[in-house]
C-alpha cells in the first residue's frame, strides 16, 4: 500500500518538472515589411530589437515588443549583406556589397568607422565579450581579426594557403576562434595570441572531406554546429574539440539530415536554450526543426511556395523564429491559447452548467458567522518591510559566469512622437540668423561652401566617419558577393542593386535617347527663348531641342522646374514639355 501511494505520488511530481510547453514555434504569427527588400537579420542579445539590412542599404530596427518600427538607418548605397550587435547593444556593424564594413551608433544613427576591403564580405561577428574587436570574413581571404580603436588588423592563419573559402565564427564567450575551408579542415585558434590550439577534419566516410559552408555557436552550453557542402548538420561538443587537440578525431553528437529530399541548408543556428537547432532550406521557404538531445525531428514550418529563403533568426529568449524571404520578413511563434482561469485566483473555466448553492451570509453586508483572523500572523506581515527598490536580475539575460545584468545595456529606443505640421526650428534662431550674422563675403560665397549641418539631437556638427583602407595580399580584388551574381558571366550578372547616384549630366547615363529624325526642319527661333524670358537661359550645355515637323511652335515652351520621369533622369537640364491649347486638333 505505501509503494503504491509513493508511485500515485510521483506520477503528479514528474511532469512538473518538465517544461510547461513546446518551446519551438508551431505556425506564422505575422511578417514585417521594411518597404525595402529585406536580405538579412539579426537579434539584440535580450531580443527586444530586431535589426533589418535592406537591398538599398538602409538598416531598419524593429522594436519586436510592438512590432513597429524603432529607427532607420541609412547605412550604405549598395545592399547590406551581415549585420551584427555588439554585447551591450549600443553599437552596430554593418557589411555591404561594395566591401565596405561600417560601425553605428544605434541611438544617434551615426556612423562611428569605416573600413574599405578588397574584396567582399561573406560574414562579420562582434567578439562576445569585448566590443573594439570584430572578426571578418572576406571572398577569396583568410579570415581578419579588427581592432577598432587602432584600426588595426590580424589576419588569422590557415590551414592551407592554397584554400581560401574560409568561414569564422567566435564561440560562445570569445576565447577561441573556429575556422573551416573547402576541404573539411577545422582549427581551433586563440583569440589573443592566433596560435593553434585544436584542429580535426570532417569526412564522410572513410577519407572523402567536404566543404565547410558555416560554423555557428549555441547561446548556452559548449555546443556548435557545421554545416558542410554533404547537406548534414553536424553537432560538435566544443570541450571535447578541445580535449582531443590537434589533429584529433572527434565524433559529432548529432548528424541531422532530410533523408528524403536530400535538402541543402542556407543557414542554421540554435535556439535561445541551445535545445533545439533550425535550418532553412535552401531551395524553398522551409523551416526544418530538431530537438539537438535526440536528434529527431519535430517541426517542419512551410512558408509561401516558390520563395526562396535568405536568412533565419531564433530569439534570443522565446521560442520564435524571423526569416526572410522575397524581401518580407516571416515571424514564426507558438500558437497562443486563451486560458481564462488566470485572469483571477478565484476564477474557473466551466465546460458545462454547474449548480451553484449560494452561502447563507454571501450577500451580508457583515459576516456575523466569520471568524476572527489570528492577530500574530497579520501583525507580523505587517511589521516586514518589502524591498521595492532592488531589482532582480533576468536569469535568462546572465550568462552562466554572470550574477548581475547590464544597467548600461540598450534595450529599447526612444521614439519621437510624429507632427503632422512641425513649425520650422521653433526654438532656435531664424534661418536668416546666420546669413545676417557672417559677413557680406561670407554670404556672397555661401552657396560654394560647404556648411557643417547641427546634427538632429540639437548637439555639435556631425564629423564624417574615418574609413581605412584594409591591404590583403593576394587577394583579388574583382570578386562580386553572391548577392550581386556571377563573376565573368556577363549575362548572368543581376542589376547592381542600391540606391541609384545622380547622373550628374552626361548622355552616357540619360536612360531616354531621341532618335535621329531625317528629313526637312522647320526653323526654331533661339532668340524667343533666350535669358529674357522666363525659362532658363540656352548655352551651349543646354542646347536648343529640336521640335517635331508636324507641330506647330507654339506648343513648346520650357517648364522652369521639371520634374524627372525617374530617379536616373536628369534634375539640372531643362525638359521639353508640350502644353495643349484650345485651338489645336488633338494629336494622337
Not at 280 to 293: D, N, T
Not at 580 to 585: A, E, L, N, V
Request: net charge negative; charged share 25%; glycine share 8%.
Amino acid at each position: 500500500m505505501l509503494c503504491e501511494s509513493v508511485s500515485h505520488h510521483c506520477l503528479f511530481v514528474i511532469p512538473l518538472l518538465e517544461s510547461f510547453g513546446q518551446n519551438y514555434p508551431e505556425e506564422a504569427d505575422g511578417t514585417l515589411d521594411c518597404i525595402s527588400m529585406a536580405l538579412t537579420c539579426t537579434f539584440n542579445r535580450w531580443g527586444t530589437l530586431l535589426a533589418v539590412g535592406c537591398n538599398d542599404g538602409r538598416i531598419v530596427i524593429w522594436d519586436f515588443l510592438t512590432r513597429g518600427i524603432a529607427k532607420i538607418i541609412s547605412a550604405h548605397i549598395h545592399p547590406v549583406c551581415s549585420l551584427c550587435w555588439s554585447r551591450d547593444g549600443h553599437k552596430l556593424v554593418s557589411a555591404s556589397t561594395d566591401n565596405i564594413v561600417s560601425q553605428w551608433d544605434v541611438l544617434t544613427g551615426d556612423c562611428d568607422q569605416r573600413f574599405r576591403f578588397p574584396s567582399p564580405i561573406l560574414k562579420l561577428q562582434y567578439h562576445p565579450r569585448d566590443m573594439d574587436k570584430v572578426l571578418v570574413c572576406p571572398m577569396k581571404s583568410a579570415p581578419v581579426l579588427l581592432t577598432l580603436s587602432d584600426s588595426k588588423h590580424v589576419v588569422l592563419p590557415v590551414d592551407d594557403d592554397s584554400d581560401l573559402n574560409v568561414v569564422a565564427a567566435f564561440d560562445r564567450r570569445g576565447e577561441y576562434i573556429y575556422t573551416g575551408n573547402a576541404k573539411g579542415k577545422i582549427l581551433v585558434l586563440n583569440t589573443n595570441t592566433q596560435e593553434l590550439v585544436a584542429s580535426f577534419r570532417v569526412t564522410t566516410g572513410t577519407s572523402n572531406t567536404t566543404a565547410i559552408k558555416s560554423i555557428e555557436f549555441a547561446r548556452k552550453g559548449s555546443c556548435f554546429l557545421i554545416n558542410t557542402a554533404d547537406r548534414i548538420i553536424r553537432v560538435y561538443d566544443g570541450r571535447e574539440i578541445l580535449t582531443c587537440g590537434r589533429d584529433g578525431e572527434p565524433e559529432p553528437m548529432q548528424k541531422l539530415q532530410d533523408l528524403v529530399n536530400r535538402t541543402p541548408w542556407k543557414r542554421c543556428c540554435f535556439s535561445g536554450d541551445g535545445e533545439y537547432i533550425v535550418a532553412g532550406s535552401a531551395r524553398q521557404h522551409a523551416l526544418y526543426i530538431w530537438e539537438k538531445s535526440i536528434g529527431n525531428l519535430v517541426k517542419i514550418l512551410h512558408g509561401t511556395r516558390g520563395e526562396l529563403l535568405l536568412d533565419v533568426a531564433w530569439h534570443p529568449v522565446r521560442p520564435i523564429i524571423a526569416s526572410i524571404s522575397s524581401g518580407v520578413v516571416s515571424i514564426w511563434a507558438q500558437n497562443q491559447v486563451e486560458n481564462w482561469s488566470a485572469f483571477a485566483p478565484d476564477f474557473k473555466e466551466l465546460d458545462e452548467n454547474v449548480e451553484y448553492e449560494e452561502r447563507e451570509s454571501e450577500f451580508d453586508i457583515e459576516d456575523e458567522d466569520k471568524s476572527e483572523p489570528e492577530q500574530t500572523g497579520a501583525d507580523a506581515a505587517e511589521d516586514e518591510e518589502v524591498d521595492v527598490t532592488t531589482v532582480d536580475p533576468i536569469v535568462a539575460f546572465c550568462s552562466s559566469d554572470e550574477e548581475l545584468e547590464d544597467y548600461k545595456a540598450l534595450l529599447y529606443l526612444p521614439i519621437a512622437p510624429e507632427v503632422e505640421d512641425p513649425e520650422e526650428n521653433p526654438f532656435g534662431p531664424p534661418p536668416d540668423a546666420s546669413v545676417q550674422a557672417s559677413g557680406p563675403e561670407d554670404a556672397l560665397a555661401g552657396g560654394d561652401k560647404k556648411q557643417r549641418q547641427p546634427s538632429s539631437e540639437g548637439g555639435p556638427a556631425k564629423k564624417k566617419a574615418r574609413t581605412t583602407t584594409i591591404e590583403l595580399q593576394g587577394v583579388p580584388s574583382d570578386e562580386v558577393h553572391p548577392l550581386l551574381g556571377v563573376k565573368g558571366d556577363g549575362k548572368s550578372k543581376k542589376k547592381t542593386a542600391g540606391r541609384p547616384k545622380g547622373s550628374k549630366g552626361k548622355d552616357k547615363d540619360f536612360p531616354f535617347r531621341p532618335k535621329p529624325y531625317r528629313g526637312e526642319r522647320p526653323s526654331f527661333p533661339v532668340e524667343a527663348l533666350g535669358s529674357s524670358g522666363p525659362g532658363p537661359s540656352l548655352s551651349p550645355k543646354h542646347p536648343p531641342p529640336t521640335p517635331h515637323p508636324t507641330l506647330p511652335l507654339s506648343l513648346y515652351c520650357f517648364h522652369p522646374t521639371p520634374t524627372p520621369p525617374n530617379p536616373h533622369s536628369f534634375t539640372d537640364r531643362p525638359q521639353l514639355v508640350v502644353k495643349p491649347q484650345s485651338g489645336d486638333q488633338d494629336i494622337e
